[in-house]
């Protein structure tokens, strides 16, 4: 097995235990990790535990390309091992520290934190732990199911480590286009002109004399496991896709714009539903994460190509995938996150782009991070970079939530991520606005109208009344009340007046 | 006159009065004008005043590259002309209309209406009216002092009427740089790889059959007035570049990166800073609105080269720009507003951008453009664009106004235009917080230490230490006391708790 994952001899002298690597991480060590859903390394943060359980005082700070598994942020976060994450997570413990400030945690747009790593401005890069599926001849490292910030961690790292994971098949060399951009002030364009454009090399470079240690891992990424898209998202995804035929039939909107979507129930049902229109054919989807029904979809020959920053896939799909790899090379390529998410390039290919909201309020603003105004999900991800590029802009979510004590759509967002500027289309199962043409009084309306639900429309529009007749302006708000839903739900567990009991 | 300024024959056969060339706009008309602060017409808009006092019932919709003056967006909003305006105006009389939504009007982002207009977003251009300097031998069109969207509503109206601008010289001829970039999804990166980079035409080309009428104009854009910066805005201004100097010396910062300075005294405050400090020679700029501090720079041979969308220039700016065109004109690009405010192109170049706040809260969101939440000040204009693509985005904004009744720092904003995803460094007089690796409460400690008016740190601070003690979360919020700064400046008058008084 050596010979063929490592095809560089040197660095096959450089095998050894994982808690033998992970001596090179001590106390205050700044870890650069791979990993962006998938394609994270394991050994070396159980190490890590097994070193803090038997009484090692440690902080470290973690930084990777964006959620990992619980076999990174879950048991570091567990151990208390973490002083530092960045960027996007998703683990449910991770997140009550970082809500306790244990974890110290800061939220960046996804594109943007390779250039700033090369910078310098997060700090040295003392270790650098890849995953990988091999080494090339030359000691050139291809990554396993994720590039994210991979390659700007290996080129500035002064250790690495490399996991090299026997659950992913060497074979999937091929898949990744690695290409750094240039910085300011000499930089030139990305040259992207396609979603499937290939611009850079399949591997990523690095100086073989930094890795420190290499170490096998039998451990596979935890599977992602996906419903059946319930009512609610098979509306959104209907309306949305009968808004882009109509828009393309009424010229306005050119044919063959590429799609970006967001992770999560609507996105898969906006995927699920290409499958069964036949107005969608030859798709480009220039997304950060696929998942699953792209593989559905290439093999009903309706990809041309599917480029994103990792590949997020069920067991079951995972399986398919790596036994059909050669097909599916042909259509998928995995690049960079600061390139899958990059604002020149989404601009320039006038991405569709699909995100989800945690509410949105009367005028359009949009809250993707923070719930009741405090308290941080997971964190903004991309949905800045394509919501803010794409040439249109959708911006998804359910009228309600938790059976209805919760209305998504609000008087005002109690955090802002997206500005009422960025945002093009809204939808929720009830209704679609389109907000580009509109003044913000002509926004509430209509949302109120066609995308709350019932049962909130009226407390909705007595909120919006009485502040454009108490106040007026451009965007009528009762600031005394901007936040009694939230308030009332804070307090009583329903943000309906009355509570919902009636 | 005419043989000089209309270069091409036929055009000088529709040489006609003011009030024959608008009586092609009627009731109903979509009027697209050229004008970004400077170079839009005067005539027209009289002659529709003239008709509306006469009697005639009308309205009509005004889309501009940005604000215009009195004479467009002044006399309009007075006259009860307007039905739509976009994008963004600084008219006092038309924003008290547009905020009783008397005027609709939908803020933008300054670089995505080009685009939005070509897609058939905003409607049919029934009528450009464009006032020009010259038009060539082959009919193209010679802007005057501004680009703005000129050149995509030229190219997409049906009629159109030009205004040959005394006031204005031929001469101009050669300063602008006219690129109307592809649209997707087949669209080209945009050729721009250093400030001063001319990728255009001299001319906006036009089909001289479309022009339905041409008028002579002797009247000038009003001039632009500039106060000498005061003190909060020079010091303001030596913490930005202090700061910047600090990171280049650190090697955290390339030399050489362009600048974007939005307009108001603390922009002019930091180009007056270039001239003082020996540090800065060679400077680029790209940025939106050049004024006359550029003049004075370029004459201290201290600029390489000064791209924007419009000069704005005081009287004896103006003069004294006009008597040395030719050498100015070496230095000076003047380019469609789409292409001064590219996010690609910022990004590319790493413009380091400056822009102004309204207020900033204490986690660092941004407002820029609505009073007490509700009142339109002017639009977003290109902030958001330049600070979302920067390579380090300033926002800056005294730390009080109104003599201390209102705090620029405050508890939570009341309207957000920039997340804090989006926004690297805050200064006000008092001092300056790079949030850029802070977590949200960092921040918060930061600002309301350093940035916060001494007046007002025990009240922010004793709002902040109460939230993460009653909420906690990455962002602790009291959300029923995020907007008591705005209440209790809208019942006292003044944001101190005690009015001040003391």
Redesign the interface.
């Known amino acids: 097995m050596p010979e063929h994952r490592i095809r560089y001899a040197p660095l096959r002298d450089k095998i050894t235990s994982a808690a033998e690597a992970a001596s090179h991480i001590k106390d205050g060590t700044s870890l650069f990790i791979s990993g962006f859903t998938a394609g994270y390394p394991k050994l070396i943060p159980a190490e890590l535990v097994k070193r803090a359980e038997a009484g090692e005082k440690m902080k470290i700070n973690i930084y990777a390309g964006a959620s990992t598994g619980d076999a990174v942020d879950g048991v570091l976060a567990r151990a208390g091992l973490v002083k530092w994450r960045r960027p996007y997570m998703s683990d449910r413990g991770m997140r009550a520290a970082?809500?306790?400030?244990e974890i110290?945690?800061?939220?960046?747009?996804l594109s943007s934190l390779s250039a700033?790593v090369r910078?310098?401005?997060?700090g040295p890069v003392d270790v650098a732990v890849v995953e990988v599926a091999a080494v090339t001849e030359k000691g050139q490292l291809i990554p396993t199911l994720s590039v994210g910030n991979t390659p700007s961690y290996v080129k500035m790292a002064e250790k690495v480590i490399l996991e090299v994971a026997a659950a992913d098949p060497p074979e999937l060399e091929g898949i990744h286009d690695i290409y750094i951009p240039e910085?300011?002030?000499?930089?030139?364009?990305?040259?992207i002109?396609r979603a499937g454009d290939r611009v850079g090399k399949p591997f990523i470079e690095i100086d073989p004399d930094k890795v420190v240690a290499v170490v096998y891992s039998q451990e596979p990424d935890a599977s992602a496991y996906f419903s059946d898209p319930d009512e609610v998202s098979l509306l959104i995804a209907e309306q949305l896709l009968d808004f882009v035929q109509h828009e393309t039939k009424?010229?306005?909107?050119?044919?063959?714009?590429?799609w970006q979507s967001g992770v999560g129930d609507v996105a898969n049902a906006v995927l699920a539903g290409f499958q069964e229109d036949h107005f969608f054919q030859d798709l480009s989807i220039y997304s950060e994460v696929l998942q699953d029904t792209v593989l559905d979809l290439i093999d009903m020959d309706k990809v041309r190509a599917a480029s994103g920053s990792a590949l997020t896939l069920s067991l079951h799909a995972r399986e398919r995938f790596f036994k059909e790899l050669e097909r599916y090379k042909d259509k998928i390529v995995l690049r960079p996150v600061e390139i899958s998410n990059s604002?020149?390039v989404i601009?320039?290919?006038?991405v569709l782009a699909v995100n989800t909201a945690l509410e949105i309020d009367i005028y359009g603003?949009v809250n993707s991070t923070?719930v009741?105004?405090?308290?941080?999900m997971n964190g903004?991800g991309g949905s800045?970079d394509f919501e803010?590029?794409g040439?249109i802009s959708f911006m998804v979510t359910p009228s309600i939530a938790k059976g209805g004590a919760i209305s998504c759509i609000v008087p005002m967002v109690?955090?802002?991520?997206?500005?009422?500027?960025?945002v093009g289309v809204i939808i929720t199962e009830q209704g679609l606005v389109d907000t580009?043409?509109?003044?913000?009084?002509?926004v509430a309306e209509a949302l109120i109208n066609k995308c709350a639900h019932p049962i909130y429309r009226d407390q909705l529009m007595d909120y919006y009344q009485r502040?454009v007749r108490e106040?007026?302006?451009?965007?009528?708000?009762l600031?005394?009340e901007?936040?009694s839903f939230?308030?009332r739900f804070?307090q009583t567990g329903d943000m309906r007046v009355g509570g919902g009991g009636e």
């Open positions: 970082i809500n306790r400030e110290l945690f800061k939220d960046d747009h700033a910078a310098g401005e997060w910085d300011p002030p000499w930089r030139m364009p990305i040259p002109y009424k010229g306005r909107l050119p044919e063959g714009l590429p604002p020149e601009a320039r290919l006038g603003q923070h009741m105004g405090s308290q941080l903004i800045g803010r590029n040439s109690s955090h802002v991520d997206h500005s009422e500027h960025s580009r043409s509109l003044t913000p009084r002509q502040a106040v007026g302006g451009h965007e009528p708000h600031l005394g901007a936040f939230h308030q804070m």
